[in-house]
């Protein structure tokens, strides 16, 4: 749910904010969606964003349900994060979105306003959807304004990747409770004893920043704004740069030059924080060996954390909502599904799935023991709001925090254009 080093979160919605005004308030419903045929057989359209491996899991499970619902066909919709999105918003400003598709927290207050999306709510009254046995509380990730507008098919929390070679030769131990002032000085002792940066660029990352502000009383949103101030952000973006021209965090000019690589995984530096799942691609794209750490405090205690999702969203409009609500259901509950999907959209949401997968390799078992490591802590909260226009402010403050890295921009100015774009963005 949130931007990382991660193609999901990474890759920016360009189109979003240059579009959002053109996209009506209001859709005509039932002119889109799935269609059906003479012999009672329905078929809808479900769409996601993902890498092959994800597509080729998610089509072993539509073959399950179409096995199971032999009345209900599914025809798939599947492409990269970027073009989802550009796509999406044309199939929603014409009344034609998909009528199932993956959703995340930062789109669901965007087009619940544009009236896009449907109220799961009433097909769980209705019988066709189990509301039940979701994990940790993340069933309320999809809720705004009491409404379910999203159901989630996974879950992640934020974390430290490290270089777990670079860290013990430093003779580094991280553990929970730390405070941002130890994990710094862990990073400086990395930094002189095994002669690499310590970090690849914290403070660009949105969902981190949140986090911070979370310790701190604050948060990055509010119901309909920013929850910090230009003054708050400057001083995160000039400690941040203060460390980039220290040499404590990443070059970033090489950081760009090594993607899609991670910096981590490219040896550029002993540390990254990124969603707890993701962390399965340092193991393929690097040579060492990487474990996960946990969010640094401001007391020593408290780590902001929250659980963010994956979700699946129904359209509004949809020809046929009983048998969306059925494919929803089948998709979040079944545990062969949760057998095949694993643990690619985050650590499954639900406790028929959760139960019925057992990693077998070590980076995955690792991200399972972490989520529970940090449930146990008791230090998990509720979710930060995300207004309408959260996906444009994520992709500007990823680019503006890049800019303040590498120098072009000073932090006070990155900040007022933050809070300038924000505007917009809300306003859109």
């Excluded at 199939?91 to 998909?98: D, L, T, W, Y």
């Excluded at 920043?209 to 910090?228: H, V, W």
């Excluded at 490219?266 to 946990?294: C, K, M, Q, V």
């Excluded at 995300?386 to 680019?399: K, M, Q, W, Y």
Aim: aromatic content about 10%; charged content about 25%; proline content about 4%.
């Amino acid at each position: 749910m949130g931007t990382s080093r991660n193609v999901e979160r990474r890759t920016v919605l360009k189109a979003a904010g240059a579009s959002a005004a053109t996209l009506g308030l209001g859709l005509a419903t039932g002119c889109g969606g799935g269609s059906g045929s003479g012999d009672g057989t329905v078929t809808l359209r479900y769409a996601w964003w993902g890498g092959e491996p994800r597509t080729i899991a998610i089509k072993k499970t539509i073959a399950l349900f179409e096995k199971k619902f032999p009345k209900i066909k599914i025809k798939p919709e599947f492409t990269d994060y970027e073009a989802f999105w550009e796509k999406f918003q044309t199939q929603a400003s014409g009344g034609n979105p998909p009528d199932v598709f993956q959703n995340a927290v930062g789109f669901l207050r965007k087009y619940d306003k544009r009236g896009v999306l449907m109220d799961l709510k009433t097909q769980a009254d209705a019988g066709n959807l189990n509301l039940e046995n979701f994990r940790n509380g993340v069933l309320a990730n999809g809720q705004v304004d009491g409404k379910q507008i999203g159901i989630p098919v996974g879950a992640n929390t934020m974390a430290l990747v490290i270089d777990l070679k670079a860290f013990e030769k430093a003779g580094v131990e991280a553990t929970f409770g730390w405070t941002w002032d130890e994990y710094f000085d862990a990073l400086q002792t990395i930094q002189d004893k095994v002669k690499v940066a310590g970090d690849t660029g914290y403070f660009s990352i949105m969902y981190l920043y949140d986090l911070y502000l979370r310790q701190n009383g604050k948060a990055f949103f509010t119901e309909d704004d920013l929850g910090f101030t230009e003054d708050d952000l400057t001083q995160w973006w000039e400690d941040g740069y203060k460390r980039v021209r220290s040499g404590l965090v990443a070059d970033p000019k090489k950081v760009e030059q090594v993607k899609p690589k991670s910096a981590l995984s490219a040896g550029l530096a002993a540390s990254e924080f990124t969603w707890d799942n993701f962390s399965i691609r340092y193991e393929g794209e690097g040579e060492s060996d990487y474990g996960l750490a946990p969010i640094p405090t401001t007391n020593g205690k408290d780590t902001g954390q929250y659980l963010g999702s994956l979700m699946l969203s129904a359209f509004s409009g949809t020809k046929h909502p009983e048998e969306v609500a059925k494919f929803i259901d089948f998709m979040v509950h079944d545990p062969e599904v949760g057998r095949i999907m694993g643990y690619d959209r985050g650590i499954l949401a639900t406790t028929e799935q959760y139960e019925a997968f057992t990693p077998a390799d070590e980076t995955n078992r690792g991200v399972r023991a972490y989520e529970e490591k940090v449930a146990d802590a008791g230090v998990l909260g509720k979710i930060t709001p995300h207004p309408s226009g959260a996906d444009v402010i994520e992709a500007a403050f990823l680019r503006l925090g890049g800019e303040v890295a590498q120098g072009k921009t000073k932090p006070a100015d990155a900040a007022k254009a933050l809070f300038s774009e924000a505007k917009a963005a809300f306003a859109g």
